[in-house]
């Protein structure tokens, strides 16, 4: 206890005045000059100074955030341990979570410092960013045709074959999903008629529309537009991460002699858990450690 009581006396009197004194660590038996400095002032840590008078640290510290899954993978089974758990947090901002030095299981199980950690916190990719800022949105007829034809490469042709869980999306809207060529032409035309006077003709059964436009323009003769009820858009959600299968439901309200677009993406909170809940499944069968769920 003398010593203990002399690094108190000093670290007392350095509220004064700086102070050097030599630390020793009762295990290696190194000794490292520690400065004690006055209260405010930023203090030195006596850990870290003496693993810098050894040929390696004494234990595993530090944060390693890592851009994919994949990286996560790799550096989780790098530094696992028999203590290594996974904290998934599925919320607003998904992270995985791996604390290499957890605490060992059952009450006489040795504690972990907790403090050696691989973090995930997967990026929103930016096809996922252009949809969804639209989502929703009452777009002009110029808007959404520029839109559509600036995102042509994400729409998805229906003929493919298509997972069990969109087919059910579109039969419980009751609506047919057009091909892309179809919605590439529905943006031309669009743009040709931006101008025009609208009327409309709807198939309940199929949910496709009709909209005639009738030009003001007497070189012009206007022709029927088939609308259909929806389209589909692959898109990753994450980046790096596997595309992801969307409806996008398409709808469009008459206001006065002009009209305006939106789609709406179906079923997107339910895509960001079944993406997560798949990483997560990857990392108890890839990494074969403790998988929870919540916050680390």
Not at 180 to 209: D, K
């Amino acid at each position: 206890m003398s010593e203990a009581n002399d690094v108190a006396a000093l670290a007392i009197k350095s509220a004064l005045a700086p102070v050097v004194i030599n630390v020793t660590d009762p295990e290696t038996k190194t000794v490292a000059p520690v400065l004690l400095v006055p209260v405010g002032m930023a203090r030195a840590e006596v850990q870290s100074a003496l693993d810098a008078r050894l040929p390696a640290p004494m234990r595993r510290v530090g944060v390693i955030n890592v851009a994919s899954i994949d990286a996560f993978l790799a550096m989780v089974n790098r530094h696992r341990s028999d203590s290594t758990v996974v904290y998934c947090d599925d919320g607003d901002a998904p992270r995985l979570t791996a604390v290499i030095n957890d605490h060992l299981p059952n009450t006489d199980g040795k504690a972990g410092f907790r403090d050696h950690r691989v973090v995930y916190a997967p990026e929103l990719s930016e096809q996922w960013k252009a949809w969804t800022e639209h989502d929703g949105e009452a777009l002009s007829m110029s808007e959404f045709a520029q839109h559509l034809e600036d995102r042509a490469l994400d729409m998805i042709d229906p003929a493919a074959p298509m997972p069990p869980s969109t087919k059910a999306i579109l039969d419980a809207l009751g609506v047919k999903a057009a091909a892309p060529s179809v919605i590439r032409g529905l943006a031309r035309s669009l743009t040709i008629h931006e101008s025009s006077r609208v009327t409309e003709a709807r198939n309940l059964q199929s949910g496709e529309a009709q909209l005639v436009f009738e030009s003001t323009h007497t070189d012009q003769d206007g022709k029927p537009l088939t609308v259909p009820g929806a389209f589909l858009v692959g898109i990753p959600i994450y980046k790096g991460g596997p595309g992801y299968l969307f409806v996008a439901r398409l709808r469009y309200r008459k206001s006065g002699p002009s009209i305006t677009w939106s789609y709406s993406l179906a079923q997107t909170d339910a895509a960001k858990r079944e993406v997560m809940a798949e990483m997560v499944r990857r990392v108890g069968a890839d990494a074969g450690v403790l998988v929870i769920e919540g916050q680390a």
